[in-house]
């Protein structure tokens, strides 16, 4: 393969995809034209050039540096322990064992909706998220923004202190001019306008009617990126009123996902991934029946990679398609052109869901115009899906409105002058509104600007007023879930700052100023319910104990679906069909910006694409062809008349002429992580396409811009080297097995394959005999959707360091847990395939072997443990690691400096420090902590017992983790399925950790 | 030819060969015994305290039981250290002018905690559990020393992991029935002395701490990350 510096040679890569077909999977298109990059990875622990010394630096420098080094080393333990003070309680708090943690059930709000969460707390400091069991939307799993929250509650760069025109105020202050303002608004308030995001508290939006009863002129505006406005409008026109949708996917056999990642984002995604990954179970045995996914989308998503058959589509097409999918079935609507769109693929599709009426789901995303919402609810009632695989409640919303049009309107009424008193209670609109409104310059129209949020950022700066916000970690309040649940948000620690709930903030104009944040809560849920009395009392502490408030689902409503959309114009279609479309989508790791101040967020490999600290202008390899544009190209972006620059990054499968902008980055006031990374693609975003817009150019500003990915780092040589003879097992080891449902039948233990069998367990020595526990962990790639929930979970409970984008770069990021992402087939639409990949805990471990120190070896259990005050850093371990899971301190990674992030790491697990390797311990702290237990009450660890953090976190329930001696275990019963694979097995390291393959079920007709 | 070295010169090279060799020997041995001394380890140093709290006085001659103040023994791995409201409990009573008691009725009336100096400390990379080791027979005196003579507290043991491990791996030398755990006056069984245990009458630790090994289902678990993480 001929390695072109300059670039990426993509017919070359393509003749050799086309001549390896099928067999062969992928991770990069760097991989597949072998560039030296790709190699330096592939060949090194790191990049070659990774770890070379400072320039300057000089032979006999080094070897007196080294030689000053070895001899100070052993002076390191020459010190005495240093004299330390415990200080005990004076009168104890009830409960509190110190060294037990405590959990207590709240709720996360995430736009506006509510995920259920048990949170642990270690002295009366929260330090880990968890899901909680009892609440709908989660089942006790949690998504990356569940677990990342940790880290905003004790983010050092949150704003503390209330801010008046620029200098230092406080809250008695704030108090008294709001005090002012409500006399001088009084009687009718003309000019009061009070701006939210999407509000489905219960409590909050009393508060508001009360204070818009109080004055009658006031407006309440809602506004949110990530606002549900295509779910609302789109049940609006096909139903006559905003109604809410709740999915079931447990009950779907095929399910068509029209670009929604119904995997990553929206309301209940915790919730669907547990009930869509029940659906790929194979555990069960044979009478498990498998669902079957269509994804038509243009950016690939976790979900088109979990797709049985993906079709990468511009996200306007999208609509042209749903009209297809439509007539196919037999709903008049009118068709779509079906150019690009292939007929027999949405004939095969039709006929799929027209055989599984009522058990089939037509999904439409988020981005997407509300007509294709309306052909998909539609669809959904004319195979009797409503009631069964969807059910129609009232909105979540306390007050559904269209929060573009709410947003317009205030400007509107901003710029005429007519707004005396802007309260914003949360949201950074400056930042995020369309980019046509200029917010930042209708704002200073009014008189009066008031904001609270948790930080001083770019809405902040341009308001009067500031006021710190407190985090849902710090606060009282409530919170519908997705399906209507309300669960009450109870504080796990005072706030850290000078912070108040938007619920004190806006008391202070209702009139309730002083009232605490619990009692308005509290207050309003014994002026709501209908136990009075003791009978409250009760039901108020079990609704806080549970987390939830039993039967407070919203109820199915009845829907009738008309036809008078069908009618309406064609929303995308219009326009020269040939220009280069663009795709506004919320961050799959930092959101719509809200979590860019968040280190773990920022340092997340996105899924598919896996850049971290970044957004690019994702692309085809066709379109970059087209454009000739490379990897890396620094690009003006120009789309009506606005302009943004941004990096090109090529995605594998992505739908040609489409680029996708992730919104989230390039903030100007985020904070010391957030401020920087990226390019602000709202700045492109304007309100007559919000989603989706026509006619981008890209032109080439002859810069390179360096992006963060680690997709091609930690790669495994599946080849071997044929030149070396050593390398005897120079055969392919695929990393990830495959099979489709037809093939698994036929041959059950696909994924064994005989020459690695033989070869496994060969040795001339008796093994070890694992008497007790063994612990091992099982990983069902058949139910990963790859949702990196795992990494960030992981993170929390280990104290993992931030490394930032420099490091990443070169290889050092430190997750425990990484995702692994392999691609088979064609640039144009390849599968996608989900690796986690933690410790493989091998029983002949490599890295044991080498260390010189004995700082890594392996307990009688199984465990490769790995002792931090013994490693002096050599990185043999290391370099001998087939996994490449092991993780180097190359720098003092952790912050050792700032008091506010003491807080939050969790007190059994040991920070690290520089020059110490690190890696997955199977939650040994966990484990530990069990066995204790366990011993105490004279049994041993029960079965699920233990679970590590990742396991914790999945909400696929993909990795299972447990006793393999007990073999009625669940993780035992899973490695026993036929399924059941080691990552080179061949190498006779004997993993604890096994996979079970991932099973496709296609459509027979559809082959692609 | 003239000898070029004078012959003191096989003297002086014998002399300096082992004088090197004893030197760097005598500094090893210097170095080991620093290692292990009062001095380095702060074994037997009594810690000055913000009140003269005497175990002597409290756990030995008035008999209260160590759980009485130290509650999460059984239960969590810190054993715990009284808050202020546990001494107020006898000392609102008596001794209630005791000038040497003005701390803590300081800290009592100002909400501001008493600030104890460590005696007892590890590494922060070790991870000891209390509540294990007191429910599989190890008693309080086992580790802490003849806590019931000690006037001001001091580490009786060096706390190194030598000296952890010379538990962890011979238990029987060291463990003790259960009922005896808290008990500060517990001497280990002997001719003179027979400890009933089980119901029967042992003479010698270790055919005590064997069946207690037994019984309790100690395991010598010696592996890293028992203890590291």
């Not at chain 1, 049009?405 to 400007?411: A, G, W």
């Amino acid at each position: 393969m001929t390695e072109n510096s300059n670039g990426i040679d993509f017919s070359s890569v393509r003749a050799k995809l086309a001549g390896e077909g099928r067999k062969r999977f992928w991770q990069s298109i760097e991989e597949l034209s072998n560039t030296k990059e790709y190699r330096d990875f592939l060949e090194h622990e790191f990049p070659a050039d990774a770890d070379k010394a400072p320039d300057g630096l000089h032979r006999r420098d080094m070897l007196k540096l080294m030689a000053a080094s070895a001899a100070m080393a052993g002076l390191n333990a020459c010190t005495k322990l240093p004299t330390e003070k415990i200080v005990p309680y004076v009168r104890p708090p009830e409960e509190i064992i110190p060294g037990k943690p405590l959990y207590y059930a709240t709720s996360m709000p995430l736009h506006g909706v509510g995920t259920g969460v048990l949170v642990e707390s270690h002295m009366g400091r929260p330090t880990k998220i968890e899901g909680n069991p009892e609440h709908p939307g989660s089942l006790g799993a949690t998504d990356v923004f569940m677990q990342a929250s940790i880290l905003h509650l004790y983010d050092p760069d949150r704003s503390q202190t209330v801010i008046y025109d620029g200098r230092v105020s406080n809250w008695s202050s704030f108090a008294a001019a709001m005090d002012d303002a409500r006399i001088q608004l009084a009687p009718k308030g003309t000019g009061v306008r009070i701006l939210t995001q999407r509000v489905t508290s219960p409590t909050l939006a009393a508060q508001i009617r009360k204070l818009l009863a109080q004055f009658p002129d006031a407006k309440w505006v809602q506004y949110e990126v990530s606002s549900g406005d295509s779910i609302r409008e789109g049940t609006r026109l096909v139903f006559g009123k905003p109604v809410h949708p709740v999915y079931r996917f447990a009950e779907a056999d095929v399910i068509v996902s029209l670009d929604a990642d119904f995997i990553a984002s929206g309301p209940g995604h915790v919730r669907y991934i547990r009930d869509f990954s029940s659906r790929r179970d194979l555990a069960a045995g044979s009478a498990s029946k498998l669902n079957r996914l269509y994804t038509v989308e243009s950016m690939p998503t976790s979900t088109g990679a979990m797709a049985d058959h993906r079709l990468p589509l511009r996200a306007a097409d999208v609509e042209n398609f749903a009209r297809l999918l439509a007539t196919s079935v037999g709903v008049n609507v009118p068709p779509g052109t079906a150019a690009k769109i292939p007929g027999d693929w949405v004939a095969a599709v039709g006929r799929d869901l027209a055989s599984h009426r009522g058990s089939s789901l037509v999904i439409a995303g988020e981005e997407q115009p509300l007509v294709v919402h309306a052909i998909a609810h539609t669809i959904n009632s004319a195979l009797g899906n409503v009631g069964k695989t969807v059910i129609y409640t009232e909105p979540l919303d306390a007050n559904p409105v269209n929060h573009l049009e709410s947003l317009r309107d205030l400007v509107g009424d901003l710029n005429s002058g007519q707004v005396e008193f802007l309260l914003i209670l949360g949201g950074n609109p400056v930042y995020d509104a369309p980019a046509d409104f200029d917010f930042a310059s209708a704002l200073m129209k009014a008189r009066l600007r008031v904001h609270t949020g948790l930080y001083n950022d770019e809405t902040a700066e341009l308001c009067h007023w500031h006021v710190p916000g407190a985090h849902y970690l710090e606060s009282w309040s409530d919170v519908r879930a997705y399906d209507g649940t309300v669960g009450i948000i109870q504080p796990l620690i005072a706030p850290l700052y000078d912070s108040r709930t938007t619920h004190e903030v806006i008391a202070t104009l209702t009139g309730d100023g002083g009232t605490s944040a619990h009692d308005l809560v509290r207050n309003y849920w014994q002026s709501q319910r209908p136990e009075k009395g003791q009978a409250f009392e009760a039901f108020w502490e079990t609704s806080l104990h549970d987390g939830v408030m039993a039967g407070t689902a919203l109820p199915p409503v009845s829907v009738t679906a008309t036809m008078d959309f069908a009618a309406q114009a064609r929303a995308q279609s219009t326009g020269d069909a040939g220009a280069l479309e663009v795709v506004f989508r919320p961050d799959p790791a930092i959101g719509d910006g809200e979590f860019a101040n968040n280190g773990w967020l920022q340092e997340l490999p996105k899924p598919i694409t896996r850049l971290t600290w970044d957004n690019a202008a994702l692309l085809s390899p066709a379109t970059a062809q087209e454009l000739g544009l490379q990897k890396g190209d620094y690009v003006k972006l120009r789309l009506a008349g606005r302009e943004a620059k941004a990096g090109v990054f090529i995605v594998p499968g992505h739908a040609d002429h489409s680029v996708t902008l992730h919104l989230g980055y390039g903030r100007s006031r985020a904070g010391n992580v957030g401020t920087g990374p990226g390019f602000d693609a709202y700045l492109l975003r304007d309100s007559s396409a919000l989603w989706i817009a026509r006619g981008l150019s890209i032109e080439k500003t002859g810069d390179k811009y360096e992006f963060a990915c680690t997709q091609q780092q930690y790669t495994i040589d599946l080849d071997g080297h044929p030149a070396d003879e050593e390398s005897a097992n120079a055969f392919r080891r695929d990393l990830v097995r495959v099979a489709t449902l037809d093939e698994f039948h036929k041959n059950p233990a696909f994924a064994k394959d005989p020459q690695e069998e033989a070869t496994k367990d060969l040795t001339l020595y008796p093994g070890f005999e694992y008497k007790g526990y063994a612990w091992g962990m099982s990983i069902d790639l058949n139910r990963c959707v790859g949702c990196n929930a795992c990494v960030i979970a992981c993170q929390s409970e280990n104290n993992i360091a931030v490394v930032g984008k420099d490091q990443v770069a070169r290889g050092r990021a430190m997750h425990w847990i990484r995702v692994d992402t392999y691609f088979n087939g064609g640039l144009e639409n390849p599968a996608t395939y989900f690796e986690p990949l933690p410790c493989m805990q091998c029983e002949n471990a490599p890295c044991e072997y080498v260390c010189p120190v004995g700082a890594t070896t392996h307990s009688s259990e199984g465990l490769n443990d790995m002792t931090y005050n013994r490693c002096v850093g050599t990185r043999y371990c290391s370099n001998n690691c087939p996994y490449k899971v092991r993780r180097f301190n190359f720098y003092l990674y952790s912050d050792y400096k700032t008091p506010s992030l003491f807080g939050m790491r969790n007190p059994n697990v040991t920070v690290r420090s520089r020059g110490v390797m690190e890696k997955c311990t199977y939650c040994v702290q966990r484990i530990n902590a069990a066995k204790i237990r366990s011993e105490e009450e004279n049994r041993t660890v029960r079965d699920g017992e233990i679970q590590t953090a990742c396991q914790q976190a999945c909400p696929a329930e993909a990795i299972i983790f447990g006793n393999i001696n007990d073999k009625s275990s669940r993780v035992s019963r899973l490695k026993a399925q036929s399924r059941d694979y080691s990552l080179l097995a061949d190498l006779n390291t004997r993993p604890r950790t096994t996979y079970l393959a991932r099973l496709r079920n296609p459509h027979t007709e559809i082959h692609d | 030819m003239a000898q070029i070295f004078h012959r003191s010169t096989n003297l002086i090279a014998r002399a300096s060969i082992y004088g090197a060799v004893l030197i760097i020997g005598g500094l090893g041995y210097a170095l080991y015994a620093i290692a292990l001394s009062p001095w380095y380890t702060e074994q037997g140093l009594e810690r000055q305290q913000p009140v003269p709290f005497s175990h002597r006085h409290h756990a030995g001659e008035l008999g209260i039981d160590c759980r009485y103040c130290h509650t999460s023994v059984e239960q969590s791995s810190f054993a715990g250290l009284p808050p202020t409201q546990t001494c107020m409990t006898c000392h609102s009573q008596i001794w209630t002018n005791a000038s040497m008691l003005e701390p803590v009725r300081e800290s009592y009336r100002s909400g501001q905690s008493l600030a104890w100096t460590r005696v007892n400390a590890l590494p922060d990379f070790v991870y000891f559990d209390h509540s294990i080791h007191v429910s599989k027979g190890i008693g309080c005196t086992t580790c802490h020393g003849p806590i019931a003579q000690m006037a001001l507290t001091y580490r009786a043991g060096t706390l190194y992991m030598s000296w952890c491990l010379d538990c962890h791996r011979q238990p029987a030398q060291y463990v003790r029935p259960r009922s005896e755990v808290f008990n500060p006056f517990y001497e280990p069984p002997s001719a003179s002395h027979p400890v009933m245990f089980e119901g029967k009458e042992f003479t010698d630790q270790l055919a005590l701490g064997r069946l207690a090994v037994k019984e309790y289902k100690i395991h010598t678990l010696q592996y890293c990350s028992t203890c590291h993480r």
